[in-house]
């Protein structure tokens, strides 16, 4: 099988966010674990990318093809890492920039990128059976081939699978975009409409052969309006095509069993004794109290409305008046940064740490007894899979991939604590319920071991998507 996948972030060449993480993750797991496969992933060749890559680009072919009333063209390049091959679109004007996004001409960048995308596989004749696009910035490769290019018998094999990583952002522009800029012949103005606008991400969903987005419940809350971003009826109309698979985590990255980032390295073995000398250490450097027996809560997150602080924030003085800990570590919005440094003034056993620091994190997901992640929406959310790892229990909200991944305390699985509504107490009460099974050592620990024993590798979550390749294509 030939894969191609096509995105505006790939880790480690350029990502700004969670889209570069999955698609650094999930091509090299597919390719790795389906020997014979082959895959490819294309992004445009930015001009932040480091030198140490730079380096090791091998120029692949130039192609020149007609964009709207302009002739033009682009250079790829090709790295090949971990069975895969990573193309890089060139063009200075539209890529060598100083950031990937925010730039006036966006639409029309990424547009380019997307036709580049299809004359590449024109020039090349290699044609891929599965062309994978994501979010709005390569939406348009899915809809060229559904139109302007569906003449071509040469490109009618390719089956296209389109995934939403963040429905927030779905590339709208005004219509006259469409023939202009997008190169796209009023006929299929249908197909992009959406409220008046041109709306990139509606058109790949109404043309692709099959959606996913990062998690089973996300893809059903998607399709109403709470979730929605206005997409939702698109969506629910599209359900039959559509899926969600839970992105995967980095365990060579997130693992209590390395050196390096954490005091005392432990596994599910030494958990217990482990966590002690972590957290002993951290409360210290801290200046929190170091007896044991006060459970330590900590929060790892942006400080950003979608993360329920202001749950967090409405029961901050109840919580505080417990017998426990709490460490926040996060970044964000200046209200919520203000509120947190502010009752960290009033409170000795709070720590407001403001910042985004990979190796506190770490330090924190080691040393913490519970974890807390209230998210009044979470398409996947991948600290609460972090924290298990550490044999952290986490207290979520179930909503999307929080649902999917921590099973309620009392379930026979369970690995956490959880509350539905988007309501402060029902977020305490939760917490007042952890708090009381922590109390019971054996109770705890074997809760700890549930949730050290759970599996969010890759391998299961890039197997479906196999599994979604081979079913649209009848193999
Ligand atoms: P989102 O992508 O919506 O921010 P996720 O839970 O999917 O939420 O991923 C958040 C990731 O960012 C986790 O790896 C978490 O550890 C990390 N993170 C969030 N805030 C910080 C911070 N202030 N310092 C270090 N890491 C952070």
């Known amino acids: 099988m030939k894969i191609l996948y096509v995105a505006s972030e790939v880790a480690p060449f350029a990502a700004s966010g969670g889209l570069g993480d999955v698609i650094g993750a999930l091509p090299k797991t597919v390719a790795h674990d389906n020997p014979g496969y082959e895959v490819g992933v294309i992004l445009p060749l930015y001009g932040t990318m480091k030198q140490e890559y730079r380096a090791r680009l091998e120029k692949v072919i130039d192609i020149s093809f007609r964009y709207s009333w302009r002739n033009t063209g682009a250079s790829i390049y090709k790295i090949s890492e971990d069975g895969v091959n990573y ?44 062309l994978h696009a994501n979010d709005w910035q390569s939406a348009l490769a899915v809809v060229y081939l559904k139109t302007e290019y569906a003449y071509m018998s040469a490109l009618r094999g390719i089956k296209t699978v389109y995934t939403i990583h963040n429905i927030e952002y779905q590339g709208k522009f005004d219509p006259y975009i469409l023939g202009d800029v997008f190169a796209l012949d009023s006929k299929y103005y249908h197909v992009l409409e959406f409220d008046n606008c041109i709306n990139l991400m509606k058109g790949a969903l109404v043309t692709s052969d099959y959606i996913t987005t990062v ?42 069993d390395k050196g390096g980032d954490i005091d005392f390295p432990f596994n599910k073995r030494t958990v217990k004794s482990g966590k002690a000398k972590n957290k002993k250490a951290l409360c210290e450097s801290l200046g929190l109290d170091t007896d044991p027996r006060i459970p330590l809560v900590v929060i790892i997150t942006r400080l950003a409305t979608q993360k329920g602080i202001d749950l967090l924030l409405h029961i901050a003085e109840e919580l505080l008046s417990k017998k426990l800990q709490l460490v926040v570590l996060g970044t964000g919005e200046n209200e919520y940064e203000d509120a947190l440094l502010s009752l960290q003034e009033r409170h000795a056993n709070l720590r407001a740490l403001i910042k985004f620091d990979r190796v506190t994190s770490k330090r924190l997901y080691a040393s913490a007894d519970i974890f807390l992640m209230p998210s009044k929406f979470e398409p996947c959310g991948l600290a609460q899979m972090i924290c298990c790892s550490y044999g952290t229990i986490p207290v979520v909200r179930s909503v999307g991939g929080l649902y999917d991944t921590i099973m309620p305390y009392g379930m026979e699985n369970s690995n956490g604590f959880n509350f539905s509504n988007y309501n402060a107490h029902d977020f305490l009460y939760a917490i007042e319920r952890a708090l009381e099974v922590y109390e019971n050592e054996k109770e705890w620990s074997e809760l700890r071991k549930r949730a050290m024993n759970c599996d969010f590798t890759w391998r299961n979550s890039a197997a479906k998507y196999v599994q979604i390749y081979n079913n649209l294509l009848n193999w």
């Open 87 to 130: 193309y890089f679109v060139e063009n200075e004007y539209y890529f060598n920039r100083a950031k990937l996004y925010g730039e006036f001409d966006d639409a029309e960048r990424f547009a380019f990128f997307s036709l580049a995308v299809i004359e590449f596989i024109i020039a090349t004749g290699n044609v891929p059976d599965i």
């Open 215 to 256: 998690s089973p419940n996300y893809a059903h809350e998607l399709q109403y309006a709470f979730f929605g971003f206005g997409l939702q009826g698109i969506i629910a109309e599209n359900s039959h095509k559509l899926a969600g698979v839970i992105n995967g985590i980095d365990y060579s990255y997130f693992s209590p």
